[in-house]
């Protein structure tokens, strides 16, 4: 047993340095399962904790930095046996804890790599490929013909005020056409446009006469939505206005139209009808594309499928919008784009096309 040639009282040197050890392994235990350690406290945690082990069994305050301040006092004769063992202790427990920590830095490592890894042979997420929806398609479509027959395409305001949607069109207040276009009425005598006939006027004061001009766009009525109504639909106005058009120049524009859209069998059939707009008026059906005529499921059995209204600009609307009548004459029509959409995709029902429902819309592209 070394003893100390001082204080012969004080604690075994041996003693203190094999206590230091088994204090170490103590602790160190937990580090011999590094798995253990980083599903615990996470790599990152573990190399922390290595390194206060090191402060604590290595660092100034240590068990070991203690006892080496006693290799003085060993007498002579042990001293040099007492040095080596606390060396021997010492370089023990360094390399315990430089091993585990360089297997703890690998697995930090190779984690690392592993999750930064790019399998560039995987197959990557496609982004689904959108399209048009049917009623853009379906637009597209009429205004390629219109302008292909030299009309602009006018795209106007939504949101209209009375005048344009009714007084400009011929139908003054107390009007009974004015009724069934109820529509939605907004704050300081606003409204929701109920008919796209609003750009025959906005286009005529922009334009003056002549001119030849189609719009598309959204019309809303104050109507309960069903398989055949929705408060919001779409609608296509047309408007030539020149020196000489007759009955004849809509008829052969329209005839045109459907020939280009169905197919040249495509028949038209013009019969008489009202509009506060236009004198004379009429509504215009085409021979069903389906059936040509013979009658079928899509025309309800008549052969004929209703197209639009349309007629001659009523001398009232072109005089409300500066156009000198006696020299210019004009036509017009309007159209419903959904209702032909529905009728070309056989729709039961016409909400399909506002619901955004994509596995509805995919079908038509
Ligand atoms: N604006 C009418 C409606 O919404 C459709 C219409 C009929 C437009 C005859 C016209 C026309 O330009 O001449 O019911």
């Known amino acids: ?59 100034k305050k240590s068990a070991i930095a203690a006892s080496k301040k006693l290799i003085g006092r060993v007498p002579a004769e042990e001293r040099a046996a007492f040095g080596q063992l606390v060396q ?12 585990a920590e360089s297997q703890l830095k690998e697995i930090i490592e190779k984690t690392r790599i592993q999750r930064e890894t790019i399998d560039v042979t995987i197959p990557g997420r496609r982004p689904r490929q959108g399209h048009l929806h049917p009623i853009t398609l379906m637009r597209q479509r009429i205004e390629d013909i219109f302008v292909s027959l030299g009309y602009a395409v006018e795209d106007d305001r939504e949101i209209e005020t009375d005048f344009y949607n009714f007084d400009a069109l011929n139908i003054p207040e107390g009007h009974p056409a004015r009724d069934p276009q109820d529509t939605f009425y907004t704050t300081e005598g606003f409204a929701l446009r109920s008919q796209t ?89 085409y021979s069903c594309f389906n059936c040509a005529g013979d009658g079928c499921r899509i025309c309800k059995w008549s052969g004929w499928i209703e197209l639009g209204g349309s007629g001659m600009v009523h001398p009232n609307v072109l005089r409300g919008a500066n156009v000198d ?41």
């Open 197 to 285: 006939s609003t750009v025959q006027i906005h286009a005529m004061q922009r334009r003056g006469a002549p001119v030849r001009m189609i719009a598309p766009g959204r019309v809303f009525r104050r109507d309960t939505p069903d398989p055949t109504h929705n408060p919001m639909f779409y609608q296509v106005e047309g408007l030539c206005v020149d020196r000489g058009i007759t009955m004849a120049h809509l008829k052969g524009t329209l005839a045109e139209f459907v020939h280009r859209l169905f197919g040249p069998e495509t028949r038209t059939r013009f019969r008489p009808s009202y509009f506060p707009f236009t004198e004379p008026s009429a509504e215009v059906d």
């Open 88 to 99: 021997r202790t010492e370089v023990a427990i360094t390399e315990s804890i430089a091993s």
């Open 1 to 59: 047993m070394i003893t100390l040639n001082i204080v012969a009282e004080e604690k075994d040197p041996t003693q203190q340095v094999e206590s230091a050890q088994a204090a170490f392994d103590d602790e160190f235990r937990r580090f011999d399962n590094l798995a253990f350690v980083i599903a615990v406290d996470g790599a990152e945690n573990g190399l922390s904790a290595l390194k206060e082990l090191r402060t604590r069994h290595l660092g």
């Open 325 to 365: 009548t006696s020299e210019f004459t004009g036509f017009a029509f309007g159209l419903g784009i959904d209702r032909t959409c529905a009728r070309i995709y056989q729709l039961d029902d016409i909400r399909l096309l506002f619901e955004n429902d994509v596995r509805f819309l995919e079908q038509f592209r």
